[in-house]
DNA sequence: GAGAAGGATGCTATAGCGTAACAAGTTTCG
DNA sequence: CGAAACTTGTTACGCTATAGCATCCTTCTC
């Protein structure tokens, strides 16, 4: 069964207005790309699209279907350096604990990702807290740590999903 | 060549005596399992002790390799049951962003790990913070966000690679 | 101790995730 | 144009992990 390109996916809010969210993403990609020298190419714009098809994590190998089956499709490099040069650009991030991809919504500034992954739906939704980055920073420096990188994932089920479990599939 | 199946890796303090550090893992992981009616069976101790082999994350097929490699040795199935008992009893974490294993040192107190994983001489160092423990609860709740699991790795450099770069292998 | 039940391990095969290395095409810029 | 840099295509392979079934071992019950 084909899918629309653009859905919210099964985590969405009923009233999120998803095809102006994917517009928007790939509105704001465009232009950092041309702010930055980058080339927004067509694949990489195609993978963009791909990985915004919802609010949840893709896989690399999800995507790499859905360029195209065809003889001559696309084949996992391909991907890969799709998705590492929208990682470079902060235009995707990856989830280390399901070894997927979700678009960022504010790739202007430059920042980590931290995500509340939920179980049932599978949204995702990325946060920011002053908060987590103090205590981090506190616990690094406590220890003479210099920080590089930093993965933040906490799964669990998110609201939507505790009052009204999603449909069976 | 073989390596002594317990030293403390590169990025162990230098007066660090693991030969104790690994004999007290083993012990308090009987004593839990026993309190627990959990078998710690001979395999799944020995890969407990090839996971503490140092304070670095080690491989699922680094423990394969280690366990032996003569006809008949152990085959990835066995070795993932083992990991999977080991962290089902809080024995050892697994590092999401490393696809690698780390021993735990206080697996008395069932907890999420958080690790400060050192990319220059592969050191992992597990902390506990209130402050971070509370940023991600917060979070949760003012999202309504039911929190069941929570990955937290940073990586950087530890304060000892900061001043004293290993040395080249 | 016999027999049953549950747990642990052995084993084959295969699925899923990711990259190395090299070839060929494209864009940019002097 | 021609060189340099970047992007994509392609093959092959390595690493990570699990499904599913067979066998063995421990424990419990009678």
Redesign the pocket.
């Known amino acids: 069964m084909p899918i629309s390109v653009r859905t919210a996916g099964r985590g969405a809010a009923p009233d999120h207005d998803h095809e102006r969210c994917v517009d928007d993403a790939l509105g704001r990609a465009a232009t950092l790309c041309a702010r930055r020298g980058?080339?927004l190419?067509?694949?990489?714009r195609r993978v963009l699209e791909l990985v915004w098809q919802g609010h949840e994590a893709v896989?690399?190998?999800d995507v790499l279907e859905r360029l195209g089956s065809a003889p001559?499709a696309?084949?996992?490099?391909?991907v890969?350096?799709?998705l590492d040069?929208l990682m470079a650009h902060g235009l995707v991030h990856r989830l280390e604990s399901l070894?997927a991809y979700v678009g960022c919504p504010r790739p202007e500034r430059s920042h980590k990702g931290r995500f509340l992954i939920c179980d049932a739906c599978g949204h995702v939704a990325e946060f920011d807290s002053a908060a987590l980055r103090a205590a981090i920073a506190d616990e690094a420096q406590e220890v003479g740590f210099g920080v590089r990188d930093e993965t933040v994932e906490v799964r669990g089920v998110c609201w939507r999903c505790q009052t009204a479990p999603p449909a069976a599939t």
């Open positions: 980058a080339r190419t067509d694949l990489r896989k690399a190998y001559g696309a084949k996992p490099p391909t890969y350096r799709a040069f070894n």
